[in-house]
């Protein structure tokens, strides 16, 4: 597109840092999927299963099929949850934690390569303009004819 819109450049970047993230993943016989599922489970005391979709922003599909997928690859156990028998709580195996380590170390390298290559200044006015157009959206201003849409 000749005058990129916001949209366009988000999803286009997006789709490259997935890609990239992808790419590395498979390395190691992973999907980035797997590497944000172990990132967003706590190390010790387990995570509820329920919560990690909304954590993820996935879908119940997506995430039980990458669940599962992690349990046969032997990163994840799954146990009733002792203070709600209904409830499932996932807990990190210890190869699941080295595995953890390995996404962590990979996603701060992603963010230093940035840092290194993006001045603070320019960096601090990325996370401005990204947090604006989150609220803006968790707020729903952006189509409700009420919003005056002014500069935050």
């Not at 286009?12 to 944000?36: C, L």
């Not at 028998?85 to 940035?114: A, H, M, P, Q």
Request: proline fraction near 3%; charge should be positive.
């Amino acid at each position: 597109m000749k005058d990129k819109t916001i949209d366009y450049i988000l999803r286009a970047t997006w789709q490259a840092v997935s890609r990239m993230y992808n790419e590395e993943a498979s390395k190691y016989g992973a999907t980035m999927a797997t590497g944000f599922a172990l990132l967003s489970m706590d190390k010790e005391k387990g995570t509820p299963s329920t919560a990690l979709g909304p954590k993820m922003g996935m879908e119940a599909t997506s995430l039980t099929r990458t669940l599962k997928s992690m349990e046969e690859k032997g990163l994840i156990v799954r146990k009733k949850n002792p203070e709600d028998g209904r409830g499932v709580l996932i807990y990190l195996t210890e190869f699941g934690k080295e595995k953890r380590e390995l996404s962590k170390n990979t996603v701060l390298r992603f963010n230093e390569s940035i840092k290194q290559n993006v001045s603070e200044e320019k960096f601090q006015h990325f996370v401005e303009v990204a947090e604006i157009i989150n609220e803006l959206i968790l707020d729903k201003n952006i189509f409700n004819p009420a919003s005056k849409n002014e500069v935050l």
